[in-house]
């Protein structure tokens, strides 16, 4: 039996839906996966902190939760509270850091980028969901975790638990990928799935926003920044290319008019937001986000409403193409889950 | 570096497409896997056989294959001709047996039965894209190779080198799985996708038999069993259930008309063969192999002509489509490739 003791740094919907996970997949990780995760530590900036070398009680650590804070959870023996983040993480007993703490790509994605770095020089393998860290600095954190034999997981960076990137990594082994396109964001495929009925754009991001899939300021989602950050994630795993933003040709949704739509429609064509990045014969990557027409046929045309979906173009077996939820505090959970599964066949 | 010593049990267009990938990816597999593939033995029952434990020429390989006989190999040292496949199978310095003869259902899926039990039972590895002995013998044949501590590959069974077996047993590991659904034979979806520009079933069977996609006798494709076959090979690896034939309510397209083609249509809907194996909640697998009207919104209604996808059902992340090719000779070599990728990590 393979054990790790696990740290959660940061505790929302996420790290919540991991801890039932925990629970619910204990005795299933223990007879297929002879893998025993031992949830040693959860630390937050203003919710308390918890740290038990034996391990912490995870009905008891999710009451805690739902009250609001970890102080209110019970004293058991030989019980640390109050630890900071940065201290847990790289104290002994813990094997892996779990970092998702709420962190956005500004700001040099802290404090997500500082708890991965101390984590890897401490010696400690990570797994995050944060997109920031991945995005702005994939190559230095790999190059860290390889120089001390660590593992870095971050499956739940790009769509959720829908394991686009461990597809590429392990399915598609051998393949050659030329180029990927994706609807990676799924408000804006919201928003163009409502407008298809005839809605003009202002409406259909209404509606969005008060499903809460759209937020008071839609800008990261609609001017197709969001879909370029994961574009930026992708181009370093799939291709090993260091995009930035400015190297992405971005264009939003927010000029589709419902001629647009219509137009489309009458021709047996569909818009959608695709985030497309492609090798050239002399190995340059090119990379936008953009409101493409596609022919029904195409894998990607039928993607509707929050789903989403990559199209792998590859030189053995042609296009492969992934569909599956792309967000949701239980798919995130899922992710960290399946990276700790193969961190376990790694070891 | 490991190294891998290969021996090619069947030599058709399958064989052939691997030998090209084994001379293309020769570097990269060193480089990327660290892994190097040296094929010392190609057995076929009529077109001669080569054996060299100092590995044989790729190219020359090629050229002899092209000439119709493999007595056209050039003579080099040490160089054995003429091996029965059950002879060069057991002998030492094999690792893996790779086996592709000619193959179906029929006859208990002979030759490639006794290939692979004698193959395991020697302590080789065996690799396999032949249905009939995983349909037929899946857990005896994953119980003979754990007895005997080797590895079992069988990714080229269903979809080609599209690679949804690996998807469910890797990428989705730690999610329960209680549904799949699938679209899994290209002929009947060649059909289907002309049955919907207005021809009968007639018309549109002539035409694929044009093409070569349906044989002179279609009833393997059109009445579902082909699908039935990859459904059983699907129940055993996802669901670890043995399903018979006769356990599949099974149903094939032969009766389509084009009322009911055109009727789907005016519905916002279409037909398409749907193999399908569901979970009930007290663990009972139920199966069946019929034409199925999907909603145009379900991810497997955009799958057109020979495009094959299936759709599992996840408790963690919802539901999850992999869309792709579901034959060729490239496609099913690279399936072969990406088995013994898996099995170099696995050692």
Known sequence: MKTLNLALIGFGAVGRGFVDLLQARHAYLETQHNLRLNLIGVATARRGSLFRLDGLTLDALSQAAESGHLNNYPTQPRLIRGLEPLTMLTRPGVDVVIEITPTTYENNAEPAMGHIRAALAAGKHVITANKGPIALAYPDLMAQAAHRD???????????????????????????????????????????????????????????????????????DVEGFDAA???????????????????????GITKLTPEDIQSAQANGERWKLIARAALSADGQLSASVRPTRLPLSDPLAGVGGGVNAITYQTDLIGAVTLTGAGAGGKATAYALLSDLIELAEWL
């Open 229 to 251: 950050g994961k574009l930026i994630i992708l181009a370093h795993i799939i291709f090993g290319k260091a995009l930035s933003m400015a190297d992405i040709d971005r264009e």
């Open 150 to 220: 660590v593992f870095l997981g971050f499956e739940g960076t790009v769509m959720g638990g829908t394991p686009v990137l461990r597809l590429a990594r392990k399915g598609l082994a051998g393949c050659h990928i030329s180029e990927l396109r994706g609807i990676v964001n799924g408000t804006t495929n919201f928003i163009l799935t409502e407008m298809e009925s005839g809605k003009p754009y202002a409406d259909a991001l209404r509606e969005a926003q008060a499903r809460g899939y759209a937020e008071a300021d839609p800008t990261n």
